[in-house]
């Protein structure tokens, strides 16, 4: 039997790179998967019509996470599309706009703040009412970044809306714990994308060479972890955050 046969999962930011990774690798594992996606529309029924034509079950639903009303929408319809049940959450939409702190402003920060951090919480909310209502829980996975313990230059707002993340999901672990309800992070670091080599040769460069296993990430590895997380072999695994990076965060800085 694979892992995650008879979930359904929601999967916010399906159309990206790492939340196509995700989705597929959830459909691979037996869940029905629901792909959110706000603007990335096209992207996301691409994703759908490959799980369908390996004989998965996909819905791809549209919402602006920036808004509690929209998050609140998109978890009941994806948890009305999967028969009344939604047994895992991966929150994986968010924002990494380089700006440097110096002319920032309030504006700016929000933005970032809104939809990494703000929509991790109406979302996980909105599932955890839910899940608590049906028989076995369920799990959530925010994705946060090695960046939420190791900041780099102008992301200062990506950093500090990552660590709030793991925060939180530490702190939904434990209020959410008696409801039946796990709720962990991953925390990838830099995962491969087409054109990334030839926009960041430099950083491509110093990832690989920092890396215990010489490459850098990708989606799957991302999807692989999240798996983990939502199925039973995690059963006592909550409020941890599972760091992806290959091997970069134990890498000595002396």
């Known amino acids: 039997m694979s892992l995650l046969e008879g979930q ?19 459909a691979e ?17 691409a994703v759908a019509d490959r799980v369908r034509a390996a004989g998965g079950a996909a819905v791809v639903l549209r919402a602006d996470l920036t808004d509690e009303d929209a998050c609140r929408r998109l978890v009941r319809e994806a948890a009305e599309w999967g028969g009344g049940r939604l047994t895992a959450l991966v929150n994986n939409a968010g924002v990494q706009p ?35 209502e049906q028989d076995g829980g369920g799990t959530i996975t925010h994705i946060a970044s090695v960046e939420a313990r190791t900041p780099a230059p102008a992301h200062a707002h990506y950093c500090a809306s990552k660590a ?28 491969d994308r087409e054109g990334l080599a030839e926009a960041w ?5 110093r990832w690989r060479q920092a890396s215990a296993v010489g490459r850098l990430g990708r989606a799957q590895d991302v999807g692989d972890a999240c798996v983990f997380l939502a199925s039973r072999l995690a059963s006592w695994i909550t409020g941890h955050d599972l760091v992806v990076d290959g091997g970069v965060s134990a890498r000595p800085t002396w």
């Open 98 to 132: 380089v700006q440097e702190l110096a002319g920032m402003t309030v504006a700016d920060w929000r933005a970032v703040v809104d939809t990494n951090l703000s929509s991790v919480f109406a979302c996980t909310q909105a599932a955890a009412e839910l899940m608590r």
């Open 164 to 191: 709030a993340v793991v925060m939180h999901a530490r702190s939904a672990a434990q209020e959410y714990g008696p409801w039946g309800v796990r709720v962990n992070t991953v925390s990838p670091g830099l995962i």
């Open 29 to 45: 594992e037996g869940a029905a998967v629901a792909l959110h996606c706000r603007t990335s529309e096209e992207a996301a029924r």
């Open 201 to 205: 040769p430099e950083g491509v460069r």
């Open 8 to 26: 359904v999962a929601l999967v916010t930011g399906a159309g990206g790179g790492i939340g196509r990774g995700i989705a597929l690798r959830f």
